[in-house]
């Protein structure tokens, strides 16, 4: 049985041809840039901080006892 193959080439121009006739475009100003950091640090700032105060204290900030 003799099969067809399809040459990696064609398919590359072919894929490489498609995405380039539809390129989107991206555009994000800075408002959005900021809601976005501001939502990132309401959402994972508390986990950091609970982190940061669950780490035994280094040699040189013990607690005086």
């Given at each position: 049985?003799?099969?067809?193959?399809f040459?990696?080439?064609?398919?590359?121009?072919?894929?490489?041809?498609?995405?380039?006739?539809?390129?989107?475009?991206?555009?994000?100003?800075?408002?959005?840039?900021?809601?976005?950091?501001?939502?990132?640090?309401?959402?994972?700032?508390?986990?950091?901080?609970?982190?940061?105060?669950?780490?035994?204290?280094?040699?040189?900030?013990?607690?005086?006892?």
């Amino acid at each position: 049985m003799s099969r067809v193959r399809f040459p990696v080439r064609a398919a590359a121009a072919g894929l490489i041809l498609g995405l380039l006739a539809c390129q989107p475009v991206f555009v994000i100003g800075w408002q959005e840039w900021l809601i976005m950091i501001c939502a990132a640090a309401l959402l994972v700032g508390p986990v950091v901080f609970r982190f940061l105060r669950m780490r035994p204290p280094r040699n040189g900030k013990r607690k005086r006892e």
